[in-house]
């Protein structure tokens, strides 16, 4: 028998967009530090957002990761 339990956990709006844009800079190959590098942003800063660590990121900074990775807020 399998003893493993399915844990559902669901998201907020924000990780769900987090998520997205985190698989988003995968698909375009491109490492954190290319992201930080094309947004503005440090290294530190997108780790910390896709790890969660960032509870409130602002809309720019969203937006500008969004813009890393070819992609658009909505």
Do not use: F, W
């Not at 990780?15 to 942003?41: F, M």
């Not at 790890?51 to 937006?63: A, C, I, Q, S």
């Amino acid at each position: 028998p399998n003893n493993v339990k399915v844990i559902r956990v669901k998201l907020t709006p924000l990780q769900v967009t987090i998520r997205d844009l985190a698989e988003a800079r995968v698909e375009a190959g491109l490492s954190v530090a290319d992201v930080a590098a094309k947004a503005g942003l440090s290294v530190a800063t997108v780790t910390r957002l896709e790890k969660g660590r960032t509870k409130h990121p602002t809309v720019d900074v969203l937006e500008r990761y969004a813009r890393a990775v070819g992609k658009e807020l909505r």
